[in-house]
């Protein structure tokens, strides 16, 4: 079954700067992976979904990246802010597609 | 913007008690998952079903636990006879295909305490 390790447990950075967290894979490339926030006591919620043709994908201060070679993607987000404060989850989909399996997720502490 | 529901938001109980924990997906959504979290531990995959039956589940998904969509809106996971270990928050989510290029929509979770 696919492994799924994401950087640190704990990431913190100042107010401003660009926060860099890592997803790495261990099996097969899965065709998309997926990058998911979840806050203390509540459910996750999608942020983005970057396909293993994509190198990059962008939405406001969030990009990704996938490299199917070092199986890896990088979530950035930039000029972060406090309220950027959660954990990050990176997700894959299993060999069968019909379920994601979550890393166990970093979380990132922005401060002010 | 449409959310999943779950509710109870909290539940305790004591070891052996059976326990149902309702949600109520999207409702376009076709497919239907849960999720549970251990305190301080990753998410993890319980089951997922799509067109009444389930399409897979882990193996943590053992004979105590079973789900069943009753009606046309309520999502339903039921724990025979709980166990201390099963203390977790347990999530619904559900997707309107599975998720191959698609995102899951989660719901905010209950938590569940077995005495």
């Known amino acids: 079954s696919q492994k799924i390790e994401q950087n640190s447990e704990a990431l913190n950075i100042q107010e401003g700067k660009t926060a860099t967290l890592t997803c790495n894979y261990t099996?097969?490339?899965?065709?998309?992976l997926q990058w998911y926030r979840q806050d203390p006591g509540r459910g996750p919620v999608f942020l983005l979904l970057?396909?293993?043709?994509?190198k990059e994908k962008r939405k406001e201060r969030l990009k990704v990246t996938f490299d199917t070679t070092l199986k890896q993607s990088l979530f950035h987000i930039t000029a972060s802010q406090p309220a950027d404060s959660a954990t990050y989850l990176c997700a894959l989909p299993s060999g069968s597609a019909r379920q994601l399996t979550f890393g166990s997720g970093t979380q990132l502490t922005v401060l002010p | 913007e449409p959310e999943v529901t779950q509710t109870p938001s909290h539940q305790v109980t004591q070891m052996g008690q059976e326990v149902i924990l309702r949600c109520v997906p999207i409702?376009?959504?076709?497919?239907f998952y849960w999720y549970r979290q251990i305190l301080g531990q990753k998410v993890e995959f319980l089951v997922s079903?799509?067109?009444?039956?389930?399409?897979?589940k882990s193996e943590i998904f053992d004979d105590q636990f079973s789900v069943e969509r009753p009606d046309g809106s309520n999502f339903t996971l039921k724990i025979r006879s709980t166990k201390l270990e099963d203390s977790a928050m347990y999530f619904c989510a559900s997707s309107v295909r599975f998720p191959t290029n698609e995102k899951l929509f989660f719901g905010s979770g209950t938590q569940l305490s077995v005495l």
């Open positions: 409702s376009n959504h076709l497919y």
């Open positions: 099996n097969y490339s899965p065709a998309y």
């Open positions: 079903f799509y067109n009444n039956e389930i399409s897979e």
């Open positions: 970057i396909r293993e043709n994509e």
